[in-house]
């Protein structure tokens, strides 16, 4: 394995800086010692217990990792993933594509951000990035090439496993990759330039303790973008499960009845409504936060509708009722 070292993670449960041996890093001052799996520190705190299912993905993905291409390990993750078997083709055919179109969406995604961005705050500095909930790395490598380092912190091994694979084929070496939760970011506060948040806060289910994390460990100045699907959508279905109108269901009820309808396990997702979004930015970063309507040229609509929504920002009674009910929100804060 190589030599891998991580000179400022910080020990997720005390916030003590970790030494480092062969393939564990140790908290000198509460003891507890964090295995190192293909370079990639679990810095779980409070780290769960793995189910068999997921042991079992990752061994498999670790298996084949050194043959296979990126498409071939997100082939055999989605193969692997829990009721696989029970979902239509057609809809395992739409998640596959989904997924191996990560990378350009990514990269739309972050233009996004850095443009609502530009609108409101200066992004000043480009040493350190912050991908919090980095995924299978879709916008990992934009960020790579905007800054010096970039960290992406993910809960799931599988997906970091995924993760590192693209950035190795793209040959991409100023990434940090961290088994993680948002709750508690392994870094010291003022540490980031920037940090965002892609497709994350909907599988978070409490946002506030995450936004509280991303500002401590923000550098003041510092800026932090995220997209959020709105759970009171009018328009289109459940991206994650292709189902219309899930988030008008008291939150208990979902998941069965997207299993009734897919098959599929929807325990992951909890869409933010607009006022929920509003209420979590507000209660963290205060007033230095936008709520927008996300540009639809990101998620691969005409250009000209990007136009549109933004006349429609403009107008300032209409855009508040229309943000309600609108698909996707982007969202972007300062420290
Ligand atoms: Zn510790």
């Known amino acids: 394995m190589n030599t891998l070292h991580f000179p400022h993670l910080l020990c997720p449960a005390c916030y003590t800086p970790l030494s480092e041996e062969a393939d564990t890093l140790t908290c000198p001052s509460c003891g507890t010692s964090y295995p190192i799996t293909m370079g990639i520190p679990d810095l779980r705190h409070p780290r769960p217990a793995d189910t ?8 498999q993905l670790l298996a084949a990792y050194k043959k296979a291409d990126y498409p071939t390990l997100v082939q055999l993750r989605l193969r692997l993933e829990p009721g696989s078997q029970a979902a239509s083709d057609t809809l395992m055919t739409h998640i596959t594509e989904y997924v191996l179109s990560q990378l350009e969406r990514g ?21 350190l990035a912050l991908d919090l909930g980095c995924g299978s790395g879709a916008s990992l490598l934009t960020l790579a090439e905007q800054f010096k380092v970039v960290v992406g912190i993910e809960p799931s091994l599988a997906s970091l496993l995924l993760a590192r694979k693209a950035l ?31 497709n994350v806060l909907e599988h978070v289910f409490e946002v506030k ?19 959020s699907r709105n759970r009171f959508d009018l328009f289109l279905p459940e991206p994650h499960v292709q189902v219309r109108w899930v988030g008008m269901l008291p939150r208990r009820l979902a998941p069965r009845y997207v ?77």
């Not at 068999?52 to 061994?59: G, R």
């Not at 084929?169 to 920037?194: K, R």
């Not at 299993?259 to 929807?266: D, E, K, P």
């Open 168 to 198: 190795e084929s793209h040959d991409i070496h100023n990434v940090i990759l961290v088994q993680g939760y948002g709750q508690h970011i392994p870094y010291a506060e003022n540490s980031f330039d920037y940090a965002n948040a892609l």
């Open 259 to 335: 299993y009734w309808r897919t098959g599929l396990i929807y325990n992951h997702t909890q869409l933010l409504s607009y006022g929920e979004l509003r209420q979590a930015l507000q209660s963290v970063f205060g007033v230095r936060h936008y709520i927008t309507f996300a540009y639809p040229n990101a998620y691969n609509a005409p250009k000209r509708f990007d136009t549109w929504v933004k006349k429609l920002a403009n107008i300032p009674l209409l855009s508040s009722l229309a943000l309600r009910i609108y698909p996707s929100h982007i969202a972007v804060a300062q420290k």
């Open 209 to 227: 303790p995450v936004l509280q994390e991303i500002y401590r460990t923000l550098r003041p100045g510092g800026c932090f973008a995220a997209d």
């Open 52 to 59: 068999l299912a997921e042991k079992e993905v990752v061994a």
């Open 107 to 127: 990269r739309r995604m972050v233009r996004m951000y850095h443009e609502e961005l530009a609108q409101h705050f200066t992004i000043s500095g480009h040493d």
